[in-house]
């Protein structure tokens, strides 16, 4: 088994299943990254030699922010809309829909839960 990123990647599936499974890359991210290093993202993991494995893990750590980096940039950013009390911040603080959708038929779970 190949691990990047503290993720161990199943050597029978392809490389772009595999980046997909790491928290903040997905199908788009992980073709570029193969197109950069020049590797075919339907090629299987085991088929990878060594060095590109170390290319792939570097170029990753060093261009892309993923896992528990990527989850703490988020709240930082939700943190500072509320804290410069943008409209919305409001919604994140109220636990509506942020980005314009409906609420009267949709969001009904939400709203019910904020109520009380």
Known sequence: MVSILNKNLKDTNKLKQEL???????????NQISAILGLNPNIRVN??????????SNLININHYTGSELQKLTKEDVARLIRIGTYKGFRHIQK????????HTNAKTVKKFTRF
């Open 96 to 103: 509506l829909p942020v980005r314009g959708q409906r609420t």
């Open 20 to 30: 997909k499974q790491i928290f903040g890359i997905g199908i788009w991210k992980a």
């Open 47 to 56: 088929e990878i030699s060594l060095q590109n494995i170390d290319q792939l």
